[in-house]
């Protein structure tokens, strides 16, 4: 990053390689749509080079591509006034293999639709901390907020969808 900030622009694609699935995944499962999150993830890129200069050596690449994604994924709610029951959840469950649709499909859409039942605060909470295996400390960070805090947000949380998960697996039985 830190020559992508000097003028060396080749790099991007080095960075581009790196980060876009991880970015794109984030999108994904912020947003719930693949067209959307293809978009964003052009447009971070070209934010990342249009502010290159803002970038802070020393600070982890990941840490500030990811607070650009998550302003980026609260802009896209400001702009569009999006509400969750205009989502389809099931177009971003990835495509299994027929002999393990079945069970392994069907709980993964059960989770699908339990995420997308819980706050957008709450679910870019777990997408950042279990899904992007930020750590704690960075969330922190991200947020303006104590780790302890972090903390206790995602256990609640973790307890909230097992919750919504569960009390959705016993209505579609």
Do not use: C
């Not at 991880?22 to 890129?45: G, W």
């Not at 993964?108 to 605060?121: G, H």
């Not at 997408?127 to 295996?133: D, T, Y």
């Amino acid at each position: 990053m830190a020559q992508v900030k000097n003028g060396q622009l080749e790099q991007l694609n080095e960075l581009f390689s790196r980060y876009s699935r991880r970015i794109y995944n984030y999108f994904l499962k912020s947003t719930l749509d693949r067209d959307d999150s293809d978009d964003l993830t052009q447009e971070l890129f070209i934010r990342v080079m249009k502010y290159r200069k803002s970038y802070k050596e020393g600070q982890t690449v990941q840490f500030w591509v990811f607070q650009i994604a998550r302003n980026m994924v609260k802009d896209h709610f400001r702009k569009m006034k999006v509400h969750k029951d205009q989502f389809n959840p099931v177009d971003v469950m990835p495509e299994v293999i027929e002999e393990k649709m079945d069970d392994s499909r069907e709980r993964e859409k059960q989770l699908y639709l339990a995420m997308n039942a819980l706050p957008d605060d709450k679910r870019e909470l777990l997408v950042l901390s279990k899904f992007e295996g930020m750590k704690y400390e960075q969330i922190a960070a991200m947020r303006k907020t104590s780790v302890s805090n972090i903390k206790v947000q995602v256990h609640r949380t973790i307890k909230e969808l097992k919750e919504l998960y569960f009390a959705g697996e016993g209505q579609s039985s």
